[in-house]
């Protein structure tokens, strides 16, 4: 079947920088996006890595190891509004999104 | 643009009822998509369609139907409505297909709870 892991919940500091990983055991890959949804809210598109590496937009980077199924989002000089779940998403061989359940991160003062 | 819009933003029904929910999108995108949302689970795909008259079914489209008849309005009908059917709505599009890789656009979103 295909899986997608990702811890259920985070806590960090304010102004600190937080790692989110997520590991995928999909029938192929074309890609992996990340998005954010804050609570009671849409998801909103924050990355999308299709080649191994790191993504860097602003304060927050996404970075893909296709041969280990595993991505991580990191967020650095955390803000309060960053408090919000992430969603790793993975298309897989069908073109088919696959949704993880998402990471709530709780951001603490 | 306002973007993907939804309505009702919330709906209680009884076992056995029905409804519709409602969702638009005013860029003229060709695919479109309903999610439902469980706690502590992760967005499940209901049905997508291409394009205007063309719809296909996703993981669990048990229970549910829709209809593509303008670019714009894709709404989700519930039949019978049951307590599994409890569950936050969205409907989300994007430009071209899921092997575009486009980013997809969620609405607000329906919560909607079965008594």
């Known amino acids: 079947g295909q899986n997608i892991d990702q811890p259920t919940e985070m806590t960090a500091t304010e102004g600190a920088i937080v790692q989110i990983n997520c590991t995928y055991q999909?029938?192929?890959?074309?890609?992996l996006f990340w998005y954010q949804q804050h609570a009671g809210e849409a998801p909103t598109f924050l990355s999308y890595n299709v080649l191994d590496g790191l993504e860097e937009k602003g304060r927050f980077s996404s970075f893909l190891s296709r041969s280990k199924g595993y991505s991580y989002l990191l967020l650095k000089e955390l803000q309060m509004k960053d408090s919000a779940s992430y969603l790793c998403?993975?298309?897989?061989?069908?073109?088919?999104?696959?949704w993880g359940a998402g990471t709530k991160l709780i951001i603490k003062p | 643009n306002a973007g993907v819009t939804q309505t009702p933003k919330f709906r209680i029904l009884k076992i056995g009822q029905s409804m519709t929910l409602q969702c638009a999108q005013d860029?003229?995108?060709?695919?479109m998509y309903w999610y439902r949302q469980d706690p502590g689970m992760g967005l499940k795909l209901i049905y997508y369609s291409v394009g205007a008259g063309i719809t296909d079914k996703g993981e669990v489209p048990n229970g549910y139907n829709v209809s593509r008849s303008t670019t714009e309005d894709f709404p989700l009908r519930l039949e019978l409505a049951a307590p599994s059917q409890t569950s936050v709505y969205f409907c989300?599009?994007?430009?071209?297909?899921?092997?575009?890789?486009?980013?997809?656009?969620f609405g607000p979103g329906t919560r909607l709870t079965v008594l």
């Open positions: 998403a993975v298309l897989d061989s069908n073109y088919q999104l696959i």
């Open positions: 989300a599009s994007s430009p071209r297909g899921p092997s575009y890789t486009d980013t997809q656009y």
């Open positions: 860029m003229n995108h060709n695919y």
């Open positions: 999909t029938s192929g890959f074309n890609g």
